[in-house]
């Protein structure tokens, strides 16, 4: 059974950083490029950051490129989302999503529950 299951949410104020973690089991881990979502209150979930299966490849959605960095360490089956200079935009519930596919974009097969993220202004 594949289980991704996010940590590192909370509230902070605008400015402020923050690091998301997303522990994967049930899956071979390295055979598996990573996806973070987030969707905000009323809006659709929309993507925010990919890295492929080996991490030598990222991507970003232009509305966080240069603040949000993503990373993952395939010995400890874990995918992480650096969020730095915090707008309060950045709200909602940030998921990570495990994606078989090879090319970009990864389409995600298996998700998380999520942890929110709250930036105060």
């Known amino acids: 059974q594949v289980q991704l299951v996010e940590s590192g949410g909370g509230l902070v104020q605008a400015g402020g950083s923050l690091r998301l973690s997303c522990a994967a089991s049930g899956l071979t881990f390295s055979n598996y490029a990573m996806n973070w979502f987030r969707q905000a209150p009323g809006k659709e979930r929309e993507f925010v950051a990919a890295?492929?299966?080996?991490?030598?490849?990222?991507y970003y959605a232009d509305s966080v490129k240069g603040r949000f960095t993503i990373s993952r360490d395939n010995a400890k089956n874990t995918v992480s989302l650096q969020l730095n200079f915090l707008k309060p935009e950045d709200t909602g519930v940030y998921y990570c999503?495990?994606?078989?596919?090879?090319?970009?974009?990864?389409?995600?097969?298996?998700w998380g529950q999520g942890t929110q993220v709250t930036v105060s202004s």
């Open positions: 999503a495990a994606a078989r596919s090879t090319y970009y974009p990864f389409r995600s097969d298996y």
């Open positions: 890295v492929s299966w080996s991490g030598g490849n990222t």
